[in-house]
């Protein structure tokens, strides 16, 4: 898993790529929770070079959607596809991430 | 028959993983690739509540956790349909997954893993050991251009 961070006034768009999973989940927490800490207010998380996830990285993807919402902020996914998209869909994750195509 | 056993840690279910998805070819599904998506996907999922719960209070004690098996099976079940059978054993705490039947909420953090194994397989089994034993099952109808063509 790799993952870059860009910063622009406001928006901040986060690219993860690679595997997104119960191994490399961990190893991104602390950047998603220095979002938090400097609560970032639009996020954008590139998933289209994600080539696979499973529940431990969605989990960790709705617990930024969660605190970034607490206060006020807003989480949108992008570029979502093949077993990312999936998963994205069979859990209905496009009703709390906008940007996501629907179900 | 094809069988894999590697170390019971998250490290080492990528190349678990990489065999499934290898297994998954032979089925010879029309949609091969969402017919991998989903078997891999459950796999990991299965994968993971070994080593994260089955296998946590051996690890938490210092102690390695023992190995998982992994046996699989394809089968033609008749003319149009194909199987794959994935038996995953292992020898730490009986996790069984009758007891967990419950949907993710709407902004799921946790319990989605047998949601997914739920819903991308067809059968779901579950034996408590030693070893346990979760057998995995997932079919495929085949196109009639496929069920047509010369052996």
């Known amino acids: 898993m790799g993952h870059t961070r860009t910063d622009s006034g406001d928006e901040t ?9 119960a191994l490399t989940a961990p190893e991104l927490r602390p950047v998603l ?3 938090v800490t400097e609560s970032r207010k639009s996020i954008t998380v590139d998933l289209s070079h994600l080539r696979l996830i499973d529940s431990s990285g969605v989990g960790a993807l709705v617990s930024l959607l969660k605190r970034v919402r607490g206060y006020g902020g807003e989480v949108r996914v992008a570029g979502v596809r093949d077993q990312p998209l999936a998963i994205f869909k069979l859990l209905q994750l496009h009703r709390v991430f ?3 195509p629907g179900a | 028959m094809i069988t894999l056993s590697v170390p019971g840690s998250i490290e080492y279910r990528d190349i678990a993983v990489r065999v499934i998805g290898g297994a998954c070819k032979f089925v010879e599904a029309d949609d091969a690739e969402q017919f991998a998506t989903e078997v891999v996907s459950a796999f990991s999922e299965a994968f993971n ?3 994260l719960h089955g296998y946590r209070d051996i690890r938490a004690s210092g102690t390695p956790p023992g190995n998982i098996e992994v046996v699989i099976h394809h089968r033609a079940v008749d003319d149009a349909t194909r199987e794959l059978t994935i038996a995953i054993k292992d020898h730490g705490r009986v996790f069984d997954p009758a007891q967990y039947v419950e949907p993710p909420d709407e902004m799921p953090e946790r319990g989605m893993g047998l949601f997914i194994i739920r819903s991308f397989m067809d059968e779901l089994r579950y034996q408590a050991g030693p070893p346990n034993v979760l057998t995995l099952v997932k079919r495929c109808r085949q196109g009639e251009r496929k069920k047509s063509a010369p052996p």
């Open chain 1, 98 to 100: 906008p940007g996501l």
């Open chain 2, 49 to 51: 509540n070994i080593v």
């Open chain 1, 33 to 35: 929770d220095q979002l």
């Open chain 1, 13 to 21: 768009l986060l690219k993860i790529d690679g595997t997104l999973d």
